[in-house]
């Protein structure tokens, strides 16, 4: 595209110097220098500036699907935990590997979930890193994401999860069905704590 003739070819060169972050040749005098070095200051400081606030941007909309998705996760998962409480009794479940198997994977699943969930908005609110689950949930309650009991609720879970993971020769099945028919309804509570963050 050619130069308007209106405005002189210098005045393009100095600009395509200028959006370069270079001090335009052939500027002699100490005036002309400084007043260039300043046009190229203030051309890459509003760069900078625009660039820092595009990444703001795009790394709070990639934090809201993150959180999203792992809301997505814990719904699926509450939802095969339903259905397998309402496929069987306490008796028949603790004698059936494959139905306490699948509730035991997708209790971890979903705990696991509720634990990235919380780290990640801990992350992001640059809270002091927790030392273990009880503080990250404490932290959570202390700039009120959630509240007190539920926070002690989680903390028992992320216990329970602890159990599901390192434990498994111990574990309570008896404990698993207690969480399938009693506390399925804290995964809703935590999921609508956070939402009113993103």
Known sequence: MKPRP?????FYLRANWCLKGLVPPGSVSRFRRRAD???SFRCLKRTSVISR??????ASLVDRHVIQ???????EYVALLRRIRGLTDEEHFLKDPLIYGNAERYLQLAIQNVLDISNHIVADMKLSLPADHRQLFELLTKHKVVSASLSTKLISMAGFR???V?????IDRRRVYGVL???LGDFEK?????SKLL
């Open 6 to 10: 209106c405005l002189p070819i210098e």
């Open 37 to 39: 070095t300043s046009i």
């Open 53 to 58: 606030r595009a990444s703001a941007r795009a």
């Open 69 to 75: 998705a792992r809301i997505a996760k814990i719904r």
């Open 162 to 164: 602890n159990v599901l």
């Open 166 to 170: 390192h434990e498994y020769l111990d």
């Open 181 to 183: 028919t009693k506390s």
């Open 190 to 194: 935590f999921i609508k704590a956070v």
